[in-house]
């Protein structure tokens, strides 16, 4: 008679071993439509599987976090399932949920088509229709790789086999198709919707070895109704118009070749953009009261050992050897380095905070397919900074990071910010009760600034606890961003200290800072959100200054000239080609304002001025126009319209 208790605190009793779906039904019909699945005891179960004693549940609906990655991996056990109905001899590997969707791996000769995936979705919906009851079966080890070997099914059974030999394992049964899986899934396929579409095609080795066999990847998405389906097809359409790679063609702003893989080559107008971004952050650390530093790019790999980055990150980095024995790496990040010069002298505490910023210039090795545009790259610069304090100061200082990490998004037009807390991962340095400390102190900041946050689980740094800014952007992607990171370690392992008011020595507290995180990374986030449409104070040609008719041309002259001056980067096209040509080409560049002069424009001293996404245009005083501008970039106005 086992003695249910939900998660409000009520308890239900029941007479026999009960279902999740069962206690589902116990509580309300549309409960039992939407569960997907059950907590027992902080275990996610079938919800056909027998609760046979008393236990703490929650049941799992399809909307949440946990009943989606359900779904998505219920989706590609479907997949697969389709897969070796419509192609036999096909080998299956391993199919799991992966963000906004899922992939499963095949082997098989023939490459898979786009036409192929098409076939493979209809039969998914097909399954779907047929409502195949879902089951869980428990084997031994043995046995099941034996199966699976006496199927064709070579690969399967190699994971099977890599299990312990005397671990039980759970394989999953639908209509014809069986798979290994730890579970939990869906009573049967018809739970599962019509809500998925596959996406692509790729490659992928053998448990991402590149010395084993090549397989073939299918990609899918998986949502909980057809609406999400619909809003993710319509931001993958979105996203692809808006992806920074092309913007930067179009923009003539940077470009990449496989010479130097993940790093970027800067166009003019590119590297203009660039600085105007340092040149905004160094406005805003001066304000607050950073000092601006410089540290080498390559240093000895003994330092790296003192810090604790080889042994967490020796495999990301860039390392060499001199004629004389000695080992250098190239720096992956700048902590180690603004320490050593915290170092140099004897520091009071009556000169904490300690504030120092660095645009260094970082390289980390990512794997080839992992590179991606600006987003994942070799090369960046961070604008890091360090904040050097005493215990008691780790609450304001937190605080006003906070501040202005939120002040300087909202300044590019980020408005809807997501803050995560991210604790201590399974691989660290330093005590427990240094990071009890950490963690706690970071939590009390949050608390006092009166923030928001979510819990991000062993997410932490390695050194220490972090806060994790995560961007919505207008299309309603999430990109992290800023990190705010608590560090008792990091100091006391490079030597650092400070003199107390007591006149001994005192480890300080070392704040890790970052807000645009890489400025590559960011610029294409930037450009993304933006759709190109930069803010005109952030453009790198904030105006163009178009010829109706070549008698004209003096005036485009004078009128650029008067920009110029005005603080206003603007240029002219002279060209012999009609307006019409002009504007299109320059609004395809994404130039925020375009203005055009012809004979009527010089008798009367105005300009045909057109912004961005307006199919309007107005003409006014050339003198009003350019006021108007400089106040707008003056006062970093709003973002052209999207």
Known sequence: ????????????????????????????????????????????????????????????????????????????????????????????????????????????????????????????????????????????????????????????????????????????????????????????????????????????????????????????????????????????????????????????????????????????????????????????????????????????????????????????????????????????????????????????????????????????????GALHGMMRVRAFTQDDAHVFCAAEQITEESIAVCNLILGIYRDFGFDDIRIKFADRPAVRVGEDSVWDQAEAALLKALEAAGLDYTHNPGEGAFYGPKLEFVLRDAIGRDWQCGTLQVDLNMPGRLGASYIGEDGNKHLPVMLHRAIFGSLERFMGILLEHHAGNLPLWLAPTQVKVLTITSDADDYATEVAAKLLSAGIVAETDLRNEKISYKVREHSVAKVPVLMAVGQRELAEGTVALRRLGSKQQKVVKLTEAIADLAAEIRDRGAAATE
């Open 1 to 368: 008679m086992p003695k249910i208790q939900l998660p409000d605190g009520s308890e239900r009793q029941f007479d026999n071993a009960v279902t999740g779906l069962e206690i589902a039904q116990s509580i309300g019909k549309s409960l039992a439509r939407d569960s997907v699945a059950i907590r027992v005891r902080d275990q996610l179960w079938d919800l056909t599987r027998p609760i046979e004693n008393d236990a703490a549940v929650e049941i799992i609906t399809r909307d949440s976090d946990e009943g989606l990655e359900l779904l998505r991996h219920d989706a590609a056990h479907v997949l697969a399932e389709a897969v070796k109905e419509l192609w036999p001899d096909t080998q299956v590997t391993i199919g799991p949920a992966i963000e906004n969707g899922f992939y499963y791996d095949f082997a098989r000769e023939a490459p898979f088509t786009a036409d192929d995936l098409e076939v493979i979705e209809t039969r998914m919906k097909e399954i779907v229709d047929r409502d195949e009851t879902v089951g869980r079966e428990v084997w031994e080890r043995d046995k099941a790789a034996a199966f699976f070997r006496s199927i064709g099914e070579d690969y399967k059974a190699e994971i099977i086999e890599s299990i312990p030999s005397d671990e039980d394992l759970t394989l999953y049964r639908q209509g014809d198709f069986i798979d290994l899986c730890r579970g939990p899934h869906l009573p049967s396929t018809g739970k599962l919707g019509k809500a998925f579409k596959l996406t692509r095609v790729s490659g992928a080795y053998w448990r991402g070895d590149s010395s084993n066999e090549m397989l073939q990847r299918i990609y899918g998405t998986a949502w909980s109704n057809d609406k999400q389906l619909r809003q993710y097809l319509h931001m993958l359409e979105e996203a692809e118009k808006r992806d920074h790679r092309r913007l930067g063609r179009v923009m003539d702003l940077f470009h990449f070749q496989e010479e130097a893989p993940g790093a970027v080559f800067w166009h003019p107008k590119g590297w203009k953009l660039f600085q105007s971004l340092i040149g905004f952050m160094r406005d805003q650390q001066n304000a607050a009261g950073y000092q601006e530093i410089n540290t080498p790019e390559i240093m000895s790999r003994s330092l790296w050992e003192a810090s604790g980055h080889w042994q967490s990150f020796g495999d990301n980095m860039f390392t060499t050897e001199t004629v004389d024995g000695r080992h250098f790496a190239i720096k992956p990040m700048n902590c180690p380095g603004h320490v050593q010069v915290f170092k140099q002298g004897i520091t009071s505490y009556r000169d904490l905070p300690v504030r120092l910023a660095e645009f260094g210039k970082c390289h980390r090795y990512e794997p080839s």
